[in-house]
């Protein structure tokens, strides 16, 4: 089969499908609609590209849905997968290209299409000319039924997943010694420093429990536009030394940072199913996570951590409070670690994209795969 992988730039998540890809019999072809800077992408996928600038996204720009529809005259592929559902997926649609395999990045229908008439009229064009939904979460999969009128037939649901050999209870974690940290309760978060993550709220929800519990730590991962507001609360609040600022890790630095704190902590206002909370529960780390439908998915109160209600930094404290006391770390970690296995196995739920592509390729044959025309 071949296929036309098209996204908005080059992601970590975008290197994973294309790596899993890369190692199927499959032909893919990748076009990126934005692209930030050069990258070097898995063997076996050839990189294609505008010959056109694209400026801002160019969703307002009809030479580009032209220059996409000449591009898929020439490829011929079986299907096109595109994502995010406002982006690369409007294009797409705009092509009249089938068959179309659109798949949500969590917050494009969560968040921009609830925000954003502009978003949520194109992404209501996407799903009425989409033949398959793919999305990570029952939270999308609810969405794109109840509000877009997408059949629920035609939806494929699977978490991305994590590695389960690579994000293991079992390894290094020197961090703690590394920081003189060995006798004190640590909390991590890794999500980027943007609005919609709530790395605030962690913050304000720290400043607040660490009054109460001088010994608790946070490791604090991420970059983002919030950077000089949430350094600048920590120093105000007198906690500096009490915070790791880490920036951004590597793939092989994410296990032993996870395996070196007690807790995770999320305070995102919107997701799908977050891949980092995978991560850590994958590492027999408890989390506590806003009350967001795509969290409580993984995060069952008192089984696998704890949840607090959305954007509420002094209920999120207490539960902090509650977490460095203990009790019960051992036993969700555990239970933490069986749901990833159950769930978010990530080779064991990549080949329903696979039966994503077959499906979308069935309902249109190859003989009668045209592109509307007058768009």
Known sequence: MKILYFSRDYSPHDERFLTALSHTAHEIHFLRLSPGHPVEIPGGVNELTFDMP???????????????????????????HAGPLHGPAYIAALTGFLPLASMSWGADILHDGEENPA??????????????????????????????????QRIFLFPWGVDLEHFTPSGSATLRSELGWQDNFIFLSNRSFEPIYGVDVVMRAFITAEKQNPDIRLLLYGKGSQEKVIRQMASEAGVTDKIHFGGYLSRAELPGSYRSADVFLSASHCDGSSVSLMEALA????????????????????????????????????????????????????RARFLTEEKADWHQNFPILLDAYEQARALHSPASVTMESGQ
């Open 54 to 80: 694209v400026s801002g996204g160019g969703l307002k720009d009809t030479s580009l849905t032209s220059e996409l529809k000449r591009m898929l005259a020439e490829l011929k592929p079986d299907v096109v």
């Open 119 to 152: 978003d949520r009229e194109k992404i209501k064009y996407t799903l009425d000319h989409s033949t398959v939904f793919i999305c990570d979460c029952q939270a999308v999969v609810e969405k794109a039924v109840s509000s877009y009128g997408f059949p629920r």
């Open 283 to 334: 590492c027999g780390r408890p989390a506590l996570v806003s009350d967001i439908p795509a969290n409580l998915e993984w995060v069952h109160p008192g089984e696998q951590g704890w949840i607090f209600h959305d954007g509420k930094a002094d209920e999120m404290a207490v539960r902090m409070l509650a977490a460095s006391r203990g009790e019960t770390l051992l036993e969700m970690g555990n």
